[in-house]
């Protein structure tokens, strides 16, 4: 079992920046692929970054390419999230969630998710 618990989140200006943090706990998090997803008003959850298990391989929406940047730090059993040039369409939920494989894109494939952060991007 896995316990994921993001961080970061809040209300930020067009333009801006903010850093997700996702910590977990419970079974080692360095033995898991890690993911953040989104879910904006109104829309479905979406995919936006997935990392492998040695942190080697990264995986980003079109979306969000160029301006986010996931990370990982097992000895701390944090992921994160570093996002730039903050869009109001960036505005979401963010969810971490942890996979018991080398990495995932697809929500249904990860077993463990945080409760997530809010992400507000004013224009």
């Known amino acids: 079992q896995v316990q994921l618990v993001e961080s970061g989140g809040g209300l930020v200006q067009a333009g801006g920046s903010l850093r997700l943090s996702c910590a977990a706990s419970g079974d080692t998090s360095s033995r898991y692929g890690m993911g953040w997803f989104r879910q904006g008003p109104g829309k479905e959850r979406e995919f936006v970054a997935a990392i492998s298990l040695s942190g080697v391989i990264t995986s980003y929406a079109d979306s969000v390419k160029g301006r986010f940047t996931i990370s990982r730090e097992n000895a701390k059993n944090t992921a994160y999230l570093q996002m730039n040039s903050l869009k109001p369409e960036d505005t979401a939920v963010y969810y971490c969630?942890?996979?018991?494989?080398?990495?995932?894109?697809?929500?249904?494939?990860?077993?463990?998710w945080g409760q997530g952060t809010q992400v507000t991007v004013s224009s």
């Open positions: 969630a942890a996979v018991v494989k080398w990495i995932a894109t697809m929500s249904n494939e990860y077993d463990y």
